[in-house]
């Protein structure tokens, strides 16, 4: 995924690959072992080449090593799974909840009916999680890194489902 920038679903939070990656290391076309194993967060020194080989697809050299920043497992969290009216409701919902929750907002997906249905249709296994069909869903994730703030979190949860049901009036 490096050499792709996939950004995730807890791009909100954690930003894209990119944000996330310290150091590389890159074989180059002729063979040569390019070293950017560097664990330093701040590094003004020179050229960032590190990022014309995220994103590049593998087309100027193949990632083989990587530093990474990572973060502590969230202790708590809460994810939202809902029919909305269409993409403006979503970019509303989107604003509404970052002012709410701040950044424990982890995940925020717009999902469509003929997402779903190509899904439905190739992994039968999958169905329908509401039981009338919609044009529209969203996808919310909340995460909370500390123990003290899991009834919080609860809170947040609530707040979500209080969005939710906003939004459909």
Excluded at 41 to 55: E, P, S, V
Aim: glycine residues 8%.
């Amino acid at each position: 995924n490096l050499s792709t920038n996939a950004g995730g679903t807890a791009v909100l939070r954690y930003g894209n690959t990119r944000d996330m990656v310290l150091g590389l290391e890159v074989v180059l076309a002729d063979g040569e072992v390019w070293n950017g194993l560097r664990a330093l967060r701040k590094d003004n020194t020179g050229y960032d080449l590190k990022h014309l080989f995220i994103g590049s697809e593998g087309t100027l050299g193949i990632i083989t090593a990587a530093v990474l920043k990572l973060y502590p497992r969230p202790r708590s969290g809460a994810t939202a799974f809902a029919a909305i009216s269409g993409p403006q409701a979503a970019v509303d919902l989107l604003a509404r909840f970052r002012a709410r929750c701040g950044d424990r907002l982890t995940g925020f997906e717009i999902i469509s009916r003929r997402c779903l249905d190509l899904l439905f249709k190739h992994i039968p296994r999958f169905s329908d999680a509401l039981a009338q069909r919609h044009d529209w869903y969203l996808l919310a994730d909340l995460n909370d890194r500390s123990e003290e703030h899991t009834s919080e979190l609860q809170s947040h949860h609530d707040l979500v489902c209080r969005l939710l049901l906003e939004n459909k009036k």
